[in-house]
């Protein structure tokens, strides 16, 4: 063969080849988006409320119960005072009249200042009060991320948030979801 021949020959297979080569690469790069573009990235939180009881001691003070609650020995002693007291004054009828006045003041009067006594009459003791308290804490749930794919927008709740405004795609999903993550169409 002649030389021209065989440089034509391989010329025009060289030619061919690689004409094939670039409508297959341009065929490739138009087939199908190389990305998902991140349209939105939202963090999920749950507010957790955990009620518990929380108790303190606390002094109280109480008043002591009384012997005499009616308040008799009270209002006797004053009767008694109150009748000598009126006996000293006036004289004849008068003066039983003063006694009997001075029993009665004195009566109420004695029974008056038991009441006071007893009143202030009073001991501190330590009670332990109760009341419940609610904790609340914020839980992590995960990032729910909007992303469109070809002009179809779709969701995906994720561990963590996506890095930059494109997730590369594995045979048309988002990189994220090589390992098994969940994702639902919303366009």
């Known amino acids: 063969m002649s030389k021209s021949i065989v440089i034509g020959s391989t010329l025009a297979v060289l030619g061919l080849g690689g004409l094939a080569f670039?409508?297959?690469?341009i065929q490739a790069t138009n087939s199908a988006p190389q990305y998902a573009e991140i349209i939105n990235v939202?963090?999920?939180?749950?507010?957790?409320?955990?009620?518990?009881?929380?108790?303190?001691?606390?002094?109280?003070?109480?008043?002591?119960?009384?012997?005499?609650?009616?308040?008799?020995?009270?209002?006797?002693?004053?009767?008694?005072?109150?009748g000598v007291l009126g006996n000293q004054v006036g004289g004849g009828s008068g003066k039983k009249i003063a006694t009997a006045a001075g029993a009665v003041a004195g009566g109420f009067a004695g029974r008056e200042v038991q009441g006071r006594m007893q009143q202030g009459d009073t001991y501190t003791t330590t009670e332990q009060r109760c009341r419940t308290v609610t904790d609340t804490q914020e839980q992590f749930k995960g990032y729910d991320v909007e992303y469109r794919i070809d002009g179809k927008v779709f969701d995906a709740r994720l561990d963590e948030a996506p890095k930059g405004e494109r997730v590369p795609l594995v045979d048309g999903k988002p990189q994220w979801q090589a390992a098994g993550e969940a994702s639902k169409s919303s366009s």
């Open 22 to 25: 670039g409508a297959y690469q």
């Open 42 to 82: 939202e963090r999920i939180t749950d507010t957790v409320e955990t009620p518990h009881e929380v108790c303190d001691n606390v002094a109280v003070t109480r008043q002591r119960p009384s012997k005499d609650p009616n308040r008799i020995a009270g209002t006797a002693v004053g009767a008694i005072v109150g």
